[in-house]
């Protein structure tokens, strides 16, 4: 495979359900084939899509799933991605395109102990996936996928700030309880992306917390921020006892 990266999971549940645009679809697809068991890896997947769709009305599928993921481990967490894509896709809008919720370990207080939260991003270009790091460059069209890593808090949101201090909220529940976190490991958040023209920069912060929190007064801390002088780098302030904060700011250049 000449050093590539082997086509990931989440991508090829896209490739099988056509989620991309064609001449992303195209190039994933010539990447796929020309990996020694790429044919038969999609073959098996649009195999398992045809006998759950066959199998189970949508109301029945996330408990049959849920059932699954208890019995059988690895295999059941690809059919649950594949459920979010299938249910949720015709729901959304062409610039949020629904991917993938990432298969984490049981949770291990003891291996997470030393870490600290993180937000990820990756860029998916030409069928290829590239992790970006602080100040990479981006553009507008640029598809990203956001994800966090919680190291063992529980509780948090995500959200973004760009050039035109605009606030998008990524993960976070309605009202002043947080969304509840994922532990352990690196976890997807259900869409992906692509950039708009906004200018300079895009930012994304994570809030993680080991108890629960008063959202509102964070996202109230944070539209603050956008509005304020220092929108890339300024910290989120006055947050409670155990919780921490990570960014990740993207530089954005004209296309």
Avoid at 28 to 46: F, H, I, K, V
Avoid at 148 to 160: E, K
Avoid at 163 to 168: F, I
């Amino acid at each position: 495979m000449d050093g590539r990266q082997r086509t990931p999971d989440w991508l090829l549940e896209r490739i099988a359900l056509g989620e991309l645009p064609p001449d992303e679809l195209a190039a994933a697809r010539r990447q796929l084939e020309s990996e020694p068991d790429g044919r038969e890896r999609l073959a098996a997947l649009e195999a398992s899509n045809r006998e759950i769709l066959a199998a189970l009305p949508p109301a029945a599928m996330a408990d049959r799933i849920r059932q699954r993921a208890a019995e059988q481990g690895a295999p059941a967490r690809r059919a649950s991605r594949w459920l979010g894509v299938a249910i949720a896709a015709p729901a959304l809008a062409a610039a949020a395109l629904l991917i993938w919720l990432v298969p984490t370990s049981p949770d291990d207080d003891s291996r997470l102990k030393g870490l600290r939260p993180q937000v990820v991003i990756h860029r998916l270009v030409e069928g290829q996936i590239e992790r970006l790091t602080e100040q990479a460059v981006v553009r507008a069209g640029d598809r990203i996928q956001i994800s966090y890593v919680a190291a063992g808090r529980r509780f948090g949101c995500v959200f973004s700030i760009d050039g035109r201090r605009q606030l998008t909220q990524h993960l976070a529940a309605p009202g002043p309880p947080p969304a509840q976190l994922t532990p352990a490991g690196e976890v997807a958040l259900p869409t992906s992306y692509e950039l708009d023209d906004a200018p300079d920069f895009e930012r994304f912060v994570f809030v993680a917390c080991s108890t629960q929190y008063n959202q509102a007064l964070v996202i109230e801390e944070a539209r603050r921020i956008a509005a304020g002088t220092a929108p890339a780098t300024e910290l989120v302030g006055g947050l409670p006892a155990g919780c921490e904060q990570a960014s990740l700011v993207l530089s954005k250049v004209a296309p």
